[in-house]
């Protein structure tokens, strides 16, 4: 089993950047597809983007492709997503998530982060 941590969340002017933490315990990530969904108040939770070990190959969302990027660090065992050119439509819980299919929806992830607030101001 897989245990998940972000962190990393705040407030931010539109523009601005931050970089979210994932950091995993009880295994190690290097088996597992891992991602990253958002929630905004009021609405569903949302696929942001995805990384695919050993090829370590991503998928964005259209509304983010560009400005966010995921990538690993097996050494630290942890998942990160850099947020570029944040806009107030980002604003939303973030959350990271690990399993064994390549894919962006909910029901391909087993494992799931408590999740950290992202809010960015205009």
């Known amino acids: 089993q897989v245990h998940l941590v972000e962190s990393g969340g705040g407030l931010v002017q539109a523009g601005g950047s931050l970089r979210l933490a994932c950091a995993a315990s009880?295994?190690?990530?290097?088996?597992?597809?891992m991602g990253w969904f958002r929630q905004a108040p009021g609405k569903e939770r949302a696929f942001v983007a995805v990384?695919?070990?050993?090829?370590?190959?991503?998928l964005y969302a259209d509304s983010v492709k560009g400005r966010f990027t995921i990538s690993k660090d097996y050494a630290k065992n942890t998942l990160y997503l850099q947020m570029n050119n944040l806009k107030p439509e980002d604003t939303a819980v973030y959350f990271c998530?690990?399993?064994?299919?390549?894919?962006?929806?909910?029901?391909?992830?087993?494992?799931w982060g408590q999740g950290t607030q992202v809010t960015v101001s205009s």
């Open positions: 998530a690990a399993g064994s299919k390549y894919g962006t929806r909910e029901r391909d992830y087993d494992y």
């Open positions: 009880g295994r190690t990530i290097s088996g597992y597809v």
């Open positions: 990384i695919h070990w050993p090829a370590d190959s991503t």
